[in-house]
């Protein structure tokens, strides 16, 4: 209990001292063994009060990830995002919990604005988190559709379909189906089937999906499907593999003459690296 006290009292003192003088505050926090809390406080008062001089600081760091450099982040997020972008999008890690605090942030301006400053992040796996943190609610997913429709980045978008399928129940995902675009529905599909493969239900409904793609967008989510699906384990025989597969196919691929090229298409034999006593699939192609 006292350890706590301590933290909350240090936090509320770095921020007040940061809100009077900004840079002495994170100078302090920068040169001492002080609590976490309280660099991210006095970073995200100082951003809050003088971005300008807080953004000017931040571009002589190395990194992100200290709690007074990240709190400026978080700060600049709130008051100017289109600073905070410049350090989300830099090389490096910000850790989830100031993701998810930017993300919010820079949400609260609306979803038109939202998008466009996800489109200018050049950092892919930090724009990837702070999109996930916005439309991973899939009973709002409507409105996580109208975010997605304007990233301009097709992966980013195909990333975001796959993501809310796995919170859908059947009769969410057959109107999230349809809502999505027709050539950017395979991988919500794939993601929706290879979750509710072992459901009656949800399996039925994840392979007529599926049976209702296009040809190519049909081989492509096959392709993906098997390699996630089909993980080697200790008792597995190569033929057990192999029909594994057969029977997948022919599940969710009525036609032979489709079949065959899509079968042609990850090649024959299965492989066993040396020393090992596992089989294991050759990657299919992207």
């Not at 980045?153 to 999505?180: G, K, M, T, W």
């Not at 993601?191 to 239900?201: C, H, M, N």
């Not at 699906?229 to 997948?248: A, F, G, H, N, V």
Request: proline content about 7%; some cysteine.
């Amino acid at each position: 209990p006292f350890n706590t006290l301590w933290d909350d009292q240090a936090a509320l003192v770095a921020s007040l001292w940061a809100a009077k003088d900004g840079r002495a505050a994170i100078v302090f926090v920068s040169s001492h063994r002080v609590d976490r809390r309280a660099a991210l406080e006095a970073g995200r008062t100082w951003a809050l009060h003088d971005p300008a001089a807080a953004a000017s600081w931040l571009r002589d760091q190395a990194g992100l990830t200290r709690g007074e450099c990240a709190g400026s982040v978080c700060g600049l997020a709130v008051s100017e995002p289109g600073l905070a972008r410049e350090f989300v999008s830099r090389p490096g890690e910000i850790y989830q919990p100031e993701l998810s605090e930017i993300s919010s942030a820079v949400r609260q301006r609306g979803i038109g604005y939202f998008a466009e400053w996800v489109n200018g992040v050049e950092n892919a796996a930090n724009r990837k988190s702070i999109v996930t943190y916005q439309i991973r609610s899939g009973k709002k997913f409507q409105e996580s559709l109208e975010i997605i429709r304007l990233f301009s980045d097709p992966a980013l978008r195909e990333q975001c379909y796959a993501y809310i399928s796995r919170d859908l129940n059947p009769a969410q995902a057959a109107d999230f189906f349809e809502s999505i675009p027709g050539d950017e529905r395979a991988a919500a599909v794939t993601s929706l089937l290879f979750r509710t493969s072992e459901e009656e239900e949800g399996g039925e409904l994840a392979a007529e999906l599926m049976r209702k793609l296009p040809a190519d967008q049909r081989e492509r989510a096959v392709l993906r499907l098997l390699k996630e699906e089909i993980e080697p384990d200790s008792s597995d025989t190569l033929e057990s593999m192999k029909q594994e597969r057969i029977e997948t196919l022919e599940r969710l691929v009525p036609d032979p003459e489709e079949r065959e090229k899509i079968r042609a298409k990850w090649p024959e034999p299965l492989t066993v690296p040396p020393g090992s006593k596992e089989p294991q699939l050759p990657e299919p192609p992207r």
